[in-house]
């Protein structure tokens, strides 16, 4: 069935197969170094810039994330400051009340203290005026007294109107009275 081919075409074939590939492998690799010697600077370019963007990519990736963290730390910070509003406002409100209620204290106070100054002045008024009225007593009880034992007799003292009362007063007495008033 096959076909009898001469076994030196077949070798001759071979041989004329691989002498091509490694001459076309020689003259590629010659070719890829001369290539390589030529190269074109837009490549470069463009490899360069691919280089930079690949960074450019890695470096807003982490911006991106900073940010993030940043935008979610003004949010806490954001709700703290809210919450010590609140708070501030709170005590703010709560100082008012307290003023208030310290100043109505205070005045009340200050009316109870007048009040408390009348009373005082008014018992001791009263109390004046009751040692008085018991020394008039006194005095007036002292007198009835004299008048009944017989001591004091105006009936029998010439000129008792004028003489018999000067007469039974002690002058020290009479200053120390006027003194008084």
Same mark, same amino acid.
């Given at each position: 069935?096959f076909i009898d081919i001469n076994q030196e075409l077949i070798l001759m074939t071979i041989? &004329?197969?691989? @002498?091509?590939? !490694? ?15 030529? +190269?074109?600077p837009r490549d470069d370019r463009i490899r360069e810039l691919e &280089?930079?963007? /690949? ?8 911006? #991106?994330?900073? #940010? ?13 400051? *809210?919450? +010590? ?17 310290? %100043? ?8 109870? /203290?007048?009040?408390?100054?009348? /009373?005082?002045?008014?018992?001791? +008024?009263?109390?004046?005026? !009751?040692?008085?009225?018991?020394? *008039?007593?006194?005095?007036?009880? &002292? ?8 001591? @004091?007799?105006?009936?029998?003292? $010439?000129?008792? %109107? ?8 002690? $002058? ?10």
């Amino acid at each position: 069935m096959f076909i009898d081919i001469n076994q030196e075409l077949i070798l001759m074939t071979i041989g &004329a197969f691989l @002498l091509g590939w !490694i001459l076309s492998s020689i003259s590629s690799r010659m070719g890829d170094r001369h290539r390589a010697r030529r +190269r074109d600077p837009r490549d470069d370019r463009i490899r360069e810039l691919e &280089a930079e963007l /690949r960074i450019a990519n890695s470096e807003r990736e982490q911006l #991106h994330e900073k #940010h993030e963290a940043v935008l979610t730390e003004l949010e806490d910070a954001n709700d703290s400051i *809210e919450k +010590r509003d609140n708070v501030i406002s709170h005590q703010q409100s709560r100082v008012e009340d307290l003023k208030k209620d310290l %100043k109505e204290s205070v005045a009340k106070t200050r009316e109870l /203290r007048q009040e408390l100054t009348d /009373r005082a002045e008014e018992t001791l +008024r009263s109390e004046v005026k !009751i040692r008085e009225i018991e020394t *008039e007593l006194s005095v007036a009880q &002292a007198s009835t007294d004299l008048l009944a034992t017989g001591v @004091l007799d105006y009936s029998m003292a $010439p000129d008792a %109107k004028d003489d018999g009362a000067n007469d039974l007063v002690d $002058p020290d007495a009479m200053e120390a009275g006027s003194s008084k008033s």
